[in-house]
């Protein structure tokens, strides 16, 4: 086998499509996509990248309830479940059968110009190697996303909390995170909050206390960070969403940014200046994720 | 012949290709786009659309230059800007003889994962019947973009300016203003400025002088509008760019959203609010949009 592995999904929005008549596995280094399709003329579609850690997919139902809340923001067509679940098992059977992986999964709205059609796949392929990541950890800069923290209620068009095909922003910001010699970013508001990376959530804790910021401001829910609350309360602490300024980070005593692929990478800085990483606990949380049967 | 017709570009960012070894014309039904572009993954990657009239392009060299400095914001290899010329050129000639047309090309940051290597292509195809819009006119609502009149300065890693694929948000205010009963949207700033269309450019009339919205709020540099100011100053008036405040809506005589596929639509309604519409001053402002020969 190799990979990526790549698998169509026909009439990805038909809720009586059965994912032997829809799935069709095909070849990655062929063309598969329209040059009219509006995931990539417009970046109008939706995805989720869900990690697979020894074969197990993590946290589907996670990721199929956000897909669900982002289609719904873009208003398109109800992705149905069953397809993309079906798909993530499908291509997990083609992968060579070593190590980490991941899926990502997409829906579009479909060809411009014609009717409603939207487009349907999933790709797979073996992680690379995070282990600097996640025992040494990450710097990180602050970047303004240059909206308030009211966006999500003042603008809903503007979309923040979808996760949508629309993500040039969110890789602009890491070239400028590497311009100031960063690995990362977490996003900030104008009006002095802290938010999310542009492809993961952010966990403190202060003392034993996990917060994560509040979604009402924009922020994707995370599968990640949901399982690093579960690891928190098995630990004892309390663990709750809440909007966080950014001056707390004074007084925090440490820092994860938490995604499907990367699992929970320290933060070791903030804009040049050094945070202690704590080995032994990060070493238990990424653990706890690992082992996380969702 | 039919429509559309879709031109791959190879090699589209290497300053020596030459179309003849670089462009081919494909069957625009077949799929081109391998699903792991990033151009569809992620939005990322830039685009421009010229109008087509009577088979002949224009403003192709305002739109090169436009491209050339979306790409820099994205900090993408420059396009070749003869293969992209020449893809034009190629297409039209393979369009169905009657009516308008148009063309959009795109490049995109090519395939995740592997080394640079940019994806570019041209579609064209015959153009909608808007003589409603370009007569009777358009109405319109005001939406707030979520950022300050400052964000290109501010936040430059906002791409404020650029002309991405990440349009899902030019694409959700569209939806927003049909909800509203409306055609179109301009956008705002938070901070009480006028901005753009979702893909067009703003162009106001106060008695003998037309302004736009300057560039430095992060709003593009129109190709239709550089061509309305044209006009303007042919008929004696005074043109120019400046920051314009809501609140001087209220004092403009009238206004247009100008672009290459529809040209010069009036607003006939600002969030519900009937405006008078000149049906001869606009009728000579698209006469001349339509034979600009540049």
Not at 89 to 99: D, T
Not at 242 to 269: F, G, I, K, M, Y
């Amino acid at each position: 086998m190799t990979s990526p592995v790549v698998v169509l999904i026909d009439s990805p929005t038909d809720p009586d499509a059965a994912p032997a008549d829809s799935l069709r596995l095909v070849d990655a280094r062929a063309p598969h996509i329209d040059v009219m399709d509006l995931g990539i003329t417009r970046g109008d579609g939706i995805f989720e990248t869900v990690g697979i850690i020894d074969g197990r997919v993590q946290s589907v139902d996670e990721h199929l309830r956000r897909f669900a809340r982002s289609a719904a923001l873009l208003e398109l067509p109800a992705p149905n479940p069953e397809l993309f679940r079906a798909a993530v098992e499908l291509g997990i059977a083609h992968l060579p059968g070593v190590g980490d992986a991941f899926c990502k999964y997409v829906l579009t709205r479909g060809r411009e110009g014609g009717p409603l059609d939207p487009t349907g796949y999933a790709y797979l392929d073996v992680n690379p190697d995070w282990t600097r990541e996640r025992t040494i950890g990450i710097s990180v800069v602050l970047l303004s996303r240059g909206y308030q923290l009211d966006v999500q209620t003042a603008a809903p068009w503007l979309l923040q909390g979808a996760k949508t095909l629309s993500y040039a922003v969110n890789r602009a910001v890491l070239r400028e995170a590497g311009r100031r010699n960063a690995d990362d970013v977490i996003f900030t508001t104008t009006d002095g909050y802290l938010l999310e990376g542009p492809t993961s959530s952010l966990v403190l804790r202060f003392g034993d206390e996990l917060v994560t910021p509040a979604q009402s401001g924009g922020v994707l829910h995370g599968t990640t960070q949901i399982g690093t609350f579960e690891w928190g309360s098995g630990r004892g602490m309390r663990t709750g969403y809440r909007h966080v300024r950014v001056e707390e980070l004074d007084h925090a005593d440490a820092l994860w940014l938490t995604s499907s692929q990367r699992l929970a990478a320290p933060v070791n800085a903030i804009d040049g200046r050094a945070l202690a990483v704590d080995a032994d606990e990060t070493a238990s949380l990424n653990a706890y994720l690992r082992g996380r049967q969702l």
